[in-house]
């Protein structure tokens, strides 16, 4: 077959049929009595063998190696081939989400694409201090991508950089804010708890939005403390009650028990609650095993509830078996009697 021919069967053009001669890589068997290519059928068997290694992603060097070499072997260039191609995966994956974190910004110029540009390069830097200023000295009336600012923030691990981060975050206003609490929602449910707490502290800092406040229920039943720990804190100052059982645990672990203890006097101001806040704090109190300083803490909470309601516990505790105990809740007696 001549060159034309084999270009219409095969799919490969004829240029690139000449390109694959002049490598070596398919030359054709003959001539014809005009000079003209002429293949055989075992060089168009040969084409498609090239082919179907190009569309593994080989080069046309490797292919060349691959087919004069009889003792070649793949297994090598295959595990290549695949870590190559998850290299560009993920290179594609980074761009593809530059262009999204553009595209959510509604830049209006060329001048809104380069502040994005700049401020994900910023975002980047291997330089702390340089992410810290590239939040901090944004204009306000500068428009920020929030899903990027969120996505910063479940990578970010130094503690200084992740504050100035939610901060940003918080700044974006109500739209803003709204798609930065859907990746941060994303983190909740991130394999790393580093991951997931991170994404617990910036959704506590976004109490405006009512996404925040159904992704932070959602970390209530987290199995690691640093995380269902500030999400119940956050959810009890604004007044939902399925926290209760998570804040009077802090209390009686000794984590942020001052915080929690505030957060159910606050949750408490409600009837109802104050009821749930009261018998959680005395199962806790009368709970098998519960030591001395652990039983002072749920004493010291139930100061914090509102009116009369844990009056009548606190002068049970006041005759305690633990003299300590005692010691602390008639105290508490005296001073709640005295401000009466």
Same mark, same amino acid.
């Given at each position: 077959?001549?060159?034309?021919?084999?270009?219409?069967?095969?799919?490969?053009?004829?240029?690139?049929?000449?390109?694959? @001669?002049?490598?070596?890589?398919?030359?054709?068997?003959?001539?014809?009595?005009?000079?003209?290519?002429?293949? #055989?059928?075992?060089?168009?068997?040969?084409?498609?063998?090239?082919?179907?290694?190009?569309?593994?992603?080989?080069?046309?060097?490797?292919?060349?190696?691959?087919?004069?070499?009889?003792?070649?072997?793949?297994?090598?260039?295959?595990?290549?081939?695949?870590?190559?191609?998850?290299?560009?995966?993920?290179?594609?994956?980074?761009?593809?989400?530059?262009?999204?974190?553009?595209?959510? #910004?509604?830049?209006?110029?060329?001048? @809104?694409?380069?502040?994005? !540009?700049?401020?994900?390069?910023?975002?980047?830097?291997?330089?702390?201090?340089?992410?810290?200023?590239? !939040?901090?000295?944004?204009? @306000?009336?500068?428009?920020?991508?929030?899903?990027?600012?969120?996505?910063?923030?479940?990578?970010? #691990?130094?503690?200084?950089?992740?504050?100035?981060?939610?901060?940003?975050?918080?700044?974006?206003?109500?739209?803003?804010?709204?798609?930065?609490?859907?990746?941060?929602?994303?983190?909740?449910?991130?394999?790393?708890?580093?991951?997931?707490?991170?994404?617990?502290?910036?959704?506590?800092?976004?109490?405006?939005?009512?996404?925040?406040?159904?992704?932070?229920?959602?970390?209530?039943?987290?199995?690691?403390?640093?995380?269902?720990?500030?999400?119940?804190?956050?959810?009890?100052?604004?007044?939902?009650?399925?926290?209760?059982?998570?804040?009077?645990?802090? !209390?009686?672990?000794?984590?942020?028990?001052?915080?929690?203890?505030?957060?159910?006097?606050?949750?408490?101001?409600?009837?109802?609650?104050?009821?749930? !806040?009261?018998?959680?704090?005395?199962?806790?109190?009368?709970?098998?095993?519960?030591?001395?300083?652990?039983?002072?803490?749920?004493?010291?909470?139930?100061?914090?509830?509102?009116?009369?309601?844990?009056?009548?516990?606190?002068?049970?505790?006041?005759? @305690?078996?633990?003299?300590?105990?005692?010691?602390?809740?008639?105290?508490?007696?005296?001073?709640?009697?005295?401000?009466?």
């Amino acid at each position: 077959m001549l060159i034309g021919e084999v270009a219409r069967r095969s799919g490969v053009s004829a240029r690139m049929l000449r390109h694959y @001669d002049a490598l070596g890589l398919v030359r054709p068997t003959g001539r014809t009595v005009g000079g003209y290519r002429e293949y #055989s059928a075992e060089d168009v068997r040969r084409i498609f063998h090239v082919e179907s290694l190009r569309s593994l992603g080989l080069s046309l060097h490797q292919i060349g190696q691959a087919l004069r070499d009889p003792d070649f072997t793949p297994a090598a260039l295959v595990g290549d081939l695949i870590r190559w191609t998850q290299e560009r995966l993920e290179r594609e994956r980074e761009l593809l989400e530059r262009l999204r974190a553009i595209d959510a #910004s509604a830049p209006t110029d060329w001048q @809104d694409v380069l502040r994005v !540009v700049a401020l994900m390069q910023g975002l980047d830097s291997p330089s702390a201090a340089r992410r810290q200023q590239t !939040v901090l000295t944004r204009r @306000d009336d500068e428009p920020v991508p929030a899903d990027l600012l969120a996505k910063a923030v479940l990578t970010e #691990s130094d503690p200084v950089v992740s504050g100035a981060l939610r901060w940003g975050l918080a700044r974006a206003g109500d739209q803003g804010s709204t798609a930065g609490v859907t990746a941060l929602a994303a983190g909740i449910r991130d394999e790393d708890a580093a991951v997931r707490r991170r994404a617990t502290l910036a959704l506590a800092e976004l109490a405006e939005v009512p996404a925040a406040t159904a992704a932070l229920q959602d970390a209530l039943t987290d199995p690691d403390p640093t995380v269902r720990g500030p999400a119940a804190l956050a959810l009890g100052r604004r007044g939902v009650t399925e926290a209760v059982p998570v804040l009077v645990a802090l !209390v009686a672990e000794g984590v942020n028990d001052v915080d929690a203890a505030e957060a159910l006097g606050a949750l408490s101001e409600e009837p109802e609650t104050a009821d749930r !806040v009261l018998t959680a704090l005395t199962g806790e109190l009368d709970a098998p095993g519960a030591d001395s300083a652990t039983r002072i803490r749920l004493t010291q909470a139930l100061v914090e509830l509102p009116g009369t309601i844990g009056r009548e516990v606190l002068r049970r505790l006041a005759h @305690d078996d633990d003299h300590a105990v005692a010691r602390v809740a008639a105290a508490f007696v005296n001073l709640l009697d005295e401000r009466q």
